[in-house]
Structures are given as C-alpha cells and as structure tokens.
C-alpha cells in the first residue's frame, strides 16, 4: 500500500520567504509527527498529531514555525520569514498510535534557504 | 531528559565480517529503544524495537539488539555484513507513556568489498 508522502521533495527559498511543507501520512494512521534532520542538530522531533487531541508542539524552535493537521489526515508545516539555519530535510512519519507504534517516515523535503 | 550517543560517526567493515553498532542513552526509567537506518535519498526503517521483556531483540535484514541496562547500552549486531547494509544508523529512544523520539547523531556504514 502506499507509504507516508510528501512535497515538495525538494524546495529552495530565499531568506525571509515563508513556505510550506506537506504530509500526507498513511490512511488509518492517527499519529502524525514531523523531525528535521540537519548537519550541525542531527534528527531532532518537531511536532506530534494524535487524533483529536492538542498537538504536542514541545519541538518546533520557534513561534516562526507552525503546523495544522486538517481532518485528522493531511497536515502541514509552515515556516515564516525563513532563515539559513532553517536549511534542513524536514522528515514527517505516522503511526497507529503513540510511541509504542512503529512510526513510518516519509522520504523528506529538503529545505535550502539561500 | 532523554539523550541517545552514538560514538561512532563511520565504521568501515568488509563484506562478510560481522558488525557492531555503539549505543548509549540516558534516560531515568525503562525506556523503548529503537534501531532505524535510513539509505542514501530516503526516509528512515525501523529495524527493531525493544519495550520490555527479552533483552536480546530480533530485526528485520538479520540485525539484533541486546539491551543491557547496566551499561545503559543497545547495541546492534549483525554477523555478517552485505553490501546493501551500507546506509546510516540511527538509535533512538523513547519515554513510556511519551509521544516523541529522541534519535542519535547516527552512524555512518560503509562495507568494502
């Protein structure tokens, strides 16, 4: 079946442009997290979408960052006024439930900021 | 807080030796513990998991964990390495009852031939 997607595989903005980054996780998973990996941070948790409850947002680095998950299915990551260190490939996973579910991971947005 | 260390940012290893992957974490409690690798271009696998019970875990592609709480440790193991298994390794852990994981630095393979 089909596997978490998301788009732009690729995007390049430049600094102080917002974008926005999409996850479409696998039909029937109600967990939905979003990870940036990066070269100086390594894989580091964003943002956590369970069901109907209020995300878990004790990642996202600042309040230039966001995320909405509509219909308990598609969500998306929106960063404003983007900044060079803000360059990373932004990886989203879903799962059957929490942390004892298996979480499978999208193959990323990479996210160069010039 | 939770906190993983992987020592090793490559290991190099010939194709048919066997393979040992360092990891340390830090965490008050029993935590689930966690392998993923992820191959060049694309999103991370889950390897093996542990939660509770059997200290010594069985993965998917021949890989096995042994978790040993004294040394706050769960390596990976694998007893003969293919070329396929190039790739980077992360270890991660998680709090019971928590909803996010905290990964690693990651250990890059590369098998010679």
């Known amino acids: 079946g089909a596997g978490v997607s998301q788009s732009p595989s690729n995007k390049v903005t430049e600094k102080g442009k917002d974008v926005e980054l999409r996850c479409d996780p696998i039909?029937?998973?109600?967990?939905l997290y979003w990870y940036r990996q990066s070269l100086g941070q390594g894989l580091e948790f964003l943002i956590y979408?369970?069901?109907?409850?209020?995300?878990?947002k004790s990642g996202l680095p600042s309040d230039r960052f966001s995320a909405e998950r509509t219909g308990g299915s598609v969500s998306t990551l929106t960063i404003q006024r983007t900044q060079q260190e803000d360059s990373a490939v932004y990886l989203c996973?879903?799962?059957?439930?929490?942390?004892?579910?298996?979480?499978?991971f999208g193959p990323g947005t990479r996210l160069t900021v010039t | 807080a939770q906190s993983v260390t992987q020592p090793d940012i490559h290991i190099t290893v010939s194709e048919g030796a066997s393979l040992e992957l360092r990891c340390n974490y830090s965490?008050?409690?029993?935590?689930?513990l966690f392998w993923y690798v992820q191959s060049p271009g694309q999103g991370l696998q889950l390897l093996l998991k542990?939660?509770?019970?059997?200290?010594l875990v069985q993965g998917i592609k021949g890989f096995e964990a042994e978790f040993k709480r004294s040394q706050s440790s769960f390596n990976l193991r694998k007893p003969s390495v293919h070329w396929s298994d190039a790739a980077e390794y992360f270890c991660?852990?998680?709090?019971?009852?928590?909803?996010?994981?905290?990964f690693g630095a990651g250990t890059i393979l590369r098998v010679k031939s």
């Open positions: 965490y008050g409690a029993t935590p689930y």
């Open positions: 542990y939660f509770s019970g059997d200290t």
């Open positions: 996973a879903s799962s059957l439930g929490g942390i004892s579910y298996e979480q499978y």
């Open positions: 979408f369970q069901g109907n409850s209020a995300p878990d």
């Open positions: 991660a852990v998680g709090a019971r009852y928590g909803n996010k994981l905290v």
């Open positions: 039909s029937g998973h109600t967990a």
